[in-house]
Nanobody, 113 residues
Framework: QVQLVESGGGLVQPGGSLRLSCAAS????????MSWYRQTPGKERELVAA??????TYADSVKGRFTISRDNAVNTVYLQMNSLKPEDTAVYYC????????WGQGTQVTVSS
Protein backbone atom coordinates (compact mmCIF):
# COMPACT_ATOMS: atom_id res chain seq x y z
CA GLN A 1 0.00 0.00 0.00
CA VAL A 2 1.00 3.63 -0.39
CA GLN A 3 3.17 4.89 2.44
CA LEU A 4 4.76 8.28 3.01
CA VAL A 5 7.13 8.66 5.95
CA GLU A 6 8.51 12.06 6.85
CA SER A 7 11.63 12.71 8.89
CA GLY A 8 14.07 15.50 9.67
CA GLY A 9 11.98 17.86 11.76
CA GLY A 10 13.14 19.38 15.00
CA LEU A 11 13.94 22.55 16.91
CA VAL A 12 16.08 25.16 15.19
CA GLN A 13 16.96 28.77 15.89
CA PRO A 14 15.76 31.58 13.63
CA GLY A 15 18.03 31.82 10.62
CA GLY A 16 18.91 28.15 10.80
CA SER A 17 18.34 25.31 8.37
CA LEU A 18 16.67 21.91 8.29
CA ARG A 19 16.20 19.30 5.61
CA LEU A 20 13.04 17.25 5.63
CA SER A 21 12.78 13.89 3.89
CA CYS A 22 9.75 11.93 2.77
CA ALA A 23 10.34 8.27 1.93
CA ALA A 24 7.67 6.87 -0.36
CA SER A 25 6.68 3.30 -1.12
CA UNK A 26 3.88 1.31 -2.68
CA UNK A 27 3.54 3.23 -5.93
CA UNK A 28 5.50 4.31 -9.03
CA UNK A 29 7.07 7.28 -7.31
CA UNK A 30 8.68 8.93 -10.34
CA UNK A 31 5.34 9.29 -12.12
CA UNK A 32 3.62 11.44 -9.51
CA UNK A 33 3.69 14.98 -8.25
CA MET A 34 4.99 15.19 -4.70
CA SER A 35 4.14 18.05 -2.39
CA TRP A 36 4.98 19.42 1.02
CA TYR A 37 2.26 21.04 3.10
CA ARG A 38 2.31 22.52 6.58
CA GLN A 39 -0.25 23.12 9.28
CA THR A 40 -0.41 25.14 12.48
CA PRO A 41 -3.09 24.71 15.17
CA GLY A 42 -6.43 26.14 14.14
CA LYS A 43 -5.46 26.63 10.52
CA GLU A 44 -5.89 24.61 7.35
CA ARG A 45 -2.96 22.86 5.77
CA GLU A 46 -1.24 25.07 3.26
CA LEU A 47 0.89 24.15 0.27
CA VAL A 48 4.57 24.86 0.80
CA ALA A 49 6.11 23.39 -2.35
CA ALA A 50 5.46 20.82 -5.06
CA UNK A 51 7.61 19.05 -7.61
CA UNK A 52 6.67 17.41 -10.89
CA UNK A 53 8.47 16.46 -14.06
CA UNK A 54 7.56 19.88 -15.45
CA UNK A 55 9.13 21.76 -12.57
CA UNK A 56 8.55 23.11 -9.10
CA THR A 57 6.21 25.54 -7.38
CA TYR A 58 6.49 27.35 -4.06
CA ALA A 59 4.32 29.34 -1.72
CA ASP A 60 5.25 33.02 -1.83
CA SER A 61 6.17 32.90 1.84
CA VAL A 62 8.99 30.41 1.25
CA LYS A 63 10.32 31.42 -2.17
CA GLY A 64 14.06 31.94 -2.11
CA ARG A 65 14.41 30.13 1.24
CA PHE A 66 13.06 26.61 0.65
CA THR A 67 14.01 24.14 -2.08
CA ILE A 68 12.08 21.02 -2.97
CA SER A 69 13.87 18.17 -4.72
CA ARG A 70 13.43 14.47 -5.35
CA ASP A 71 15.58 11.41 -5.87
CA ASN A 72 13.60 8.92 -7.91
CA ALA A 73 16.29 6.27 -7.39
CA VAL A 74 15.46 6.09 -3.69
CA ASN A 75 11.80 7.19 -3.86
CA THR A 76 12.38 10.20 -1.65
CA VAL A 77 11.36 13.84 -1.81
CA TYR A 78 13.20 16.49 0.18
CA LEU A 79 12.53 19.96 1.47
CA GLN A 80 15.62 22.03 2.21
CA MET A 81 14.63 24.88 4.47
CA ASN A 82 17.04 27.77 4.96
CA SER A 83 16.76 31.12 6.73
CA LEU A 84 14.01 29.71 8.91
CA LYS A 85 11.66 32.08 10.66
CA PRO A 86 9.41 31.57 13.71
CA GLU A 87 6.41 31.72 11.39
CA ASP A 88 7.70 28.58 9.67
CA THR A 89 6.86 26.63 12.83
CA ALA A 90 4.35 23.96 11.88
CA VAL A 91 3.81 20.28 11.29
CA TYR A 92 5.07 19.51 7.81
CA TYR A 93 3.36 16.84 5.72
CA CYS A 94 4.27 15.04 2.54
CA UNK A 95 1.44 14.44 0.06
CA UNK A 96 0.75 12.72 -3.21
CA UNK A 97 -2.39 12.07 -5.24
CA UNK A 98 -2.81 8.77 -7.01
CA UNK A 99 -6.33 7.39 -6.99
CA UNK A 100 -6.78 9.17 -3.68
CA UNK A 101 -4.96 11.75 -1.63
CA UNK A 102 -2.25 10.27 0.54
CA TRP A 103 -0.55 11.99 3.45
CA GLY A 104 2.37 11.15 5.65
CA GLN A 105 2.15 11.31 9.43
CA GLY A 106 3.88 14.68 9.60
CA THR A 107 7.03 15.98 11.22
CA GLN A 108 7.18 18.91 13.63
CA VAL A 109 9.37 21.89 12.81
CA THR A 110 9.82 24.46 15.55
CA VAL A 111 11.75 27.67 14.92
CA SER A 112 12.51 29.41 18.17
CA SER A 113 15.36 30.99 20.07
Amino acid sequence: QVQLVESGGGLVQPGGSLRLSCAASGFAFSRYVMSWYRQTPGKERELVAAIASAGTTYADSVKGRFTISRDNAVNTVYLQMNSLKPEDTAVYYCRTIISSVYWGQGTQVTVSS
